[in-house]
């Protein structure tokens, strides 16, 4: 049985179909991108993961219970943003700690993870800054430590680093990638980045208008594309 099911998920707002007919299975500690031009319906498809929107019809279902009635903070799930949406006010340790805090975490407990967290996502020493201390990339990574923390059993990225420069782009990717591996977290990631994708999934959701053109591994997509639409978008066809 796969982690993560979504079945016949659909969603519309007004007349705009969004989202039709999306099938996926995600196996325990895959990582997938949803991968495709901007308004295919990636981020509304996360949201309805996350439980942010509620689907017009489908299931989804995690660890085999169906979560489309279960409240975003109920669902177990960690996220993180493309613009850093750090608690501006707190230092990176607060931010990291929240969630241990509002579930009622110990102090004990919190104070190890705060150290498991920072340490994993290579800032130890930079707890007491502020958000605006920080560089973009560093931001980012207190982000993933903030969704991380609480051990989630499932991430939702989207577009998490659309907002940094090339450079650090590319470092992050396989830090994020590494991080991922490490901790065997089944994980989603929402970006219009074909190289991205391509170097960071084991699969890739190739959408176009709502709907999955192809779902395949890095290879089959980039060398067996389904449609014209996955040639052309994939960047075999140009
Ligand atoms: P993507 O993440 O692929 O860029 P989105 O899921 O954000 O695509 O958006 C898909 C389409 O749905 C877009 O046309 C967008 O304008 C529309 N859309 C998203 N959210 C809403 C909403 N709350 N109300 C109306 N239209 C929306």
Known sequence: MAFLEIENLQKTFGDLRV???FNLNVEQGEFISFLGPSGCGKTTTLRMVAGFETPTAGSIRIG?????????????????????ALFPNLTVAQNVTFGLKVAGRDKATIDTRLKEMLTMIGLPDLGERYPFQLSGGQQQRVALA???APAPQVLLLDEPLSALDAQIRV?????????????????VYVTHD??????????IVVMHRGIADQIGTPVEIYNHPATRFVANFVGTLN
């Open 146 to 148: 903030r969704a991380l």
């Open 64 to 84: 085999g219970k169906d979560v489309v009635n279960v409240k975003p903070n109920q669902r177990n799930i960690g996220m993180v943003f493309q613009s850093y």
């Open 19 to 21: 989202v039709r007919d």
């Open 171 to 187: 470092s992050l990717r396989s830090e994020i990638r590494a991080i991922q591996q490490k901790l065997g977290i089944t994980t």
């Open 194 to 203: 074909q190289e991205e994708a391509l170097s960071m999934s084991d699969r």
